[in-house]
Antibody
């Protein structure tokens, strides 16, 4: 069974940092791109960042560029999101999502598996 | 960035009736390989999204055939041919043509 499990969320003050993790099982981790998608309270979905299977392609939404860093450790089957200089508008449920398509170079794909999400609340 | 606009924001449909959701992209998501880089997701309350359709019209494995996707270029539709109670959810379109992936604002489907 494919599983993606996010962790690391919590309450943090504006300007501080958090590191999210996503551990996966049930598929060959280093064959697939992975992404972070967030959902503000009562709001829609927003893609945050993505990384391809070998870390050769990385992308971010403009609002997090220079503040967030996505990375992966294929030896640990883990995905990370380092979130610095947090803002109130970063508040939301952060999902880890798996891209369709084995060993695609780009990040251009749909997401066929999602975790349950980890909640990030940025507030003073 | 490509802006995805869904309509309507919400709709109420009787059980067994057809429901159609529209999605319009601000620029074409049809690539030179003749594929439309467009997906549809279903999100039920308290759950993560679930992939229904990709390449605009390819149904994901396990998705009931009452769900279908159509369209090309900038205009797309998701149709539920015979609405069931378990289809109550918010539906999102997503483009993956551009390097910045974007979603539509969502359409809430309810039972009339």
């Amino acid at each position: 069974e494919v599983q993606l499990v996010e962790s690391g969320g919590g309450l943090e003050q504006p300007g501080r940092s958090l590191r999210l993790s996503c551990t996966v099982s049930g598929f060959t981790f280093d064959d697939y791109a992975l992404h972070w998608v967030r959902q503000g309270p009562g709001k829609g979905l927003e893609w945050v960042a993505g990384i391809n299977w070998n870390s050769g392609a990385i992308g971010y939404v403009d609002s997090v560029k220079g503040r967030f860093t996505i990375s992966r450790d294929n030896a640990k089957d883990s995905l990370y999101l380092q979130m610095n200089s947090l803002r109130a508008e970063d508040t939301g449920l952060y999902y880890c999502a798996k891209g369709i398509g084995r060993r695609h170079y780009s990040l251009s794909h749909a997401f066929d598996m999602w975790g349950q999400g980890t909640m990030v609340l940025v507030s003073s | 960035d490509i802006v995805m606009t869904q309509s309507p924001d919400s709709l109420a449909v009787s059980l067994g009736e057809r429901a159609t959701i529209k999605c319009k992209s601000s620029q074409s998501v049809l690539y030179t390989n003749d594929k439309n880089y467009l997906a549809w997701y279903q999100q039920k309350a308290g759950q993560p999204p679930k992939l229904l359709i990709y390449w605009a019209s390819t149904r994901e494995s396990g998705v009931p055939d009452r769900f279908s996707g159509s369209g090309s270029g900038t205009d797309f539709s998701l149709t539920i041919s015979s609405l069931q109670a378990e289809d109550v959810a918010v539906y999102y379109c997503q483009q993956y043509y551009d390097t910045t992936l974007t979603f539509g604002g969502g359409t809430k489907v309810e039972i009339k």
